[in-house]
């Protein structure tokens, strides 16, 4: 078993003034080692915060309730101290979120922010070597006036460039794991779809696993290898990408499916926000290994 | 740096303000060369040119006792600066420290030390620092203690509610995915984007604690005679309105320029760092 990472049963409730509230009713995937995995749902299906749990940064909220193992490596995440598993974020395991440029701090340049960056494994690293190992891994993202990009401030570059600085910075300690929480939803789709071929050959080169969180399922299937299709909290599909494409056997996920605008018109379909067929068990194709 | 520099002094209004500010410094600074009676700030007693008006000898006229108010002015110069100095290096500093925290941390540490900062809120400031000078000997020291405490609550309501809103930003969560420490992000990513308006707040409140401090010793509970302050020589001289009115009007005018002088700064330092949000 070489997963990377491995989640069973996991389930999550808030609890709240008016009560508890589910969120996750027992999601479990996994993900091997240099595999590109997507998991796929509508706003508010449990995606992001399967992520957050991941990264061990909803543990501390003290209204989740959090049941079920990770495995990440091997090592159950549940048994690791604090200490340990806060080694392992922006070493082992990192992620990139949504809008690149407020992920930035706007207060320091691009150079600072990656210095720390590359200091996190190794703490002495001076500031030159740094800053080649900066332009190295800034090459590697199609930039390569680094000088000036490293000496500028984020709000000074446009939101492409910070996408590829982030997805930089994130594969900087050659993670084995890339949670990406919807990366560059917040760009324009020329953009997102260049930053993404980037970090699609990056990842293929340093053979990092990437969870890939995102609604959209045009670049879905572009991106990814396997997918997962989350519904209000549950795996409610899961195989390849192109099969499940191809060949949808679950309600929700066809209803998902009908719902991707396309260019040929026909307007947007008739869908209901739910029903009952939403709920049907978990569907999973040949290949899938859930 | 560099930059904000010389848009300062680009602006009529804040180049003004940093004539005024540089004139009340430097002849604090240099009060012993400047002042041409450096022994009145003490008690020292002169008959014969007691409660004179504005002379070539005695440039603002001389008080009830003969000492020359314009030597006593620029020392009391001295006394308000460092007491602004000293004031706002203690409580900025706590107060920037406890809205960070509380505002980063939230949950216990938040509630514990707001509803702290609150209390210290809900008293009228003055009304504070009068029912501390009342219980305290009335000194230097004691008055810069007084101000200090009514002070720094105002730093943390500030800091806090930018931390409040910096904590949702992207870079916080990027640096906590990252694995940066809670005192990391709170020290190094968000206390730098307080910073406009902890510095601009500063520049504002210079002028306002002169103001405050003058208002102690107006009362007589700040320092007192025969050292010289602001504040005690012009309640002093207000006895003896209108006819001898360089009494008031001349340490008046010296607060006037000091507090305007800062003000002028700190309004232009709000528009170039942008801590108007």
């Known amino acids: ?290 | 740096m560099k930059r904000m520099i010389i848009i300062l002094l680009r602006n009529p209004l804040s180049l003004l303000g940093v004539i005024l500010v540089s004139l009340v410094v430097l002849s604090a600074i240099f009060a012993d060369f400047i002042a041409p009676f450096p022994d009145h700030r003490g008690a020292v007693v002169d008959f014969v040119h007691f409660n004179q008006g504005p002379t070539s000898r005695n440039y603002m006229g001389t008080d009830l006792v003969g000492r020359d108010l314009f030597s006593r002015i620029i020392y009391a110069f001295r006394i308000s600066l460092i007491l602004g100095v000293v004031v706002l290096a203690i409580a900025t500093p706590v107060g920037t420290f406890v809205g960070l925290f509380a505002g980063y941390l939230g949950g216990k540490v938040e509630f514990i030390l707001m509803r702290l900062t609150d209390v210290f809120l809900s008293i009228p400031p003055l009304v504070l620092a009068i029912a501390m000078m009342g219980v305290l000997e009335p000194t230097l020291m004691n008055a810069m203690l007084a101000v200090t405490v009514m002070w720094w609550p105002w730093y943390a309501r500030l800091v806090y509610n930018i931390a409040r809103s910096e904590r949702e930003e992207g870079y916080v969560l990027a640096a906590e995915v990252i694995g940066a420490s809670n005192i990391h992000i709170a020290l190094r990513e968000i206390l730098p984007n307080c910073l406009p308006a902890i510095i601009t707040k500063m520049t504002l409140d210079m002028g306002f604690v002169i103001i405050i401090a003058s208002s102690l010793s107006f009362l007589g509970l700040g320092v007192q005679p025969p050292t010289p302050d602001l504040g005690s020589m012009v309640a002093e001289g207000a006895r003896y309105l209108p006819d001898s009115w360089w009494l008031t009007v001349f340490p008046g005018l010296a607060i006037l320029i000091a507090v305007f002088g800062f003000n002028l700064i700190g309004d232009a330092l709000r528009e170039i760092l942008g801590a108007d949000q």
């Not at chain 1, 706003?43 to 915060?49: A, M």
């Open chain 1, 1 to 290: 078993m070489n997963d990377v990472l491995n989640i069973r049963d996991l389930t999550l409730k808030f609890r709240g003034y008016t009560g508890v509230t589910d969120v996750l009713h027992g999601v479990s995937l996994n993900i091997q080692a240099g595999e590109k995995v997507a998991l796929v749902g509508e706003s508010g299906s449990g995606k992001s915060v399967t992520a957050r749990i991941v990264q061990g940064l909803l543990q501390d909220l003290k209204s989740a309730q959090i049941k079920g193992d990770l495995f990440f490596e091997g090592h159950n995440l549940n048994r690791l101290s604090a200490h340990e598993w806060h080694a392992l974020r922006g070493t082992s395991m990192s992620m990139i979120f949504q809008d690149p440029t407020s992920s930035l701090n706007p207060v320091f340049t691009i150079g600072t922010q990656f210095t720390e960056v590359l200091r996190r494994p190794d703490p002495k690293l001076s500031k030159v070597e740094a800053a080649a190992r900066a332009g190295e891994l800034l090459n590697s993202v199609s930039i390569h006036d680094h000088d000036r990009v490293l000496n500028a401030f984020p709000f000074q570059l446009s939101g492409g460039m910070n996408q590829r600085v982030v997805i930089a910075m994130a594969l900087a300690n050659q993670p084995s794991l890339l949670i990406a929480d919807e990366p560059g939803t917040a760009l324009d789709v020329t953009v997102q779809a260049q930053t993404l071929n980037l970090m699609h050959d990056l990842v293929e080169q340093s053979g990092t696993a990437v969870l890939f969180i995102s609604h959209n399922l045009g670049v879905v299937r572009e991106f990814a290898d396997r997918i997962y299709v989350i519904y209000r909290g549950r795996i409610v599909e899961t195989g390849p990408t192109r099969a499940v494409f191809k060949n949808p056997g679950h309600a929700y996920t066809k209803a998902l499916l009908a719902a991707v605008p396309r260019i040929t018109g026909g307007g947007i379909p008739d869908i209901p926000d739910t029903d009952d067929a939403f709920f049907e068990p978990m569907v999973v194709h040949n290949g899938g290994q859930a």
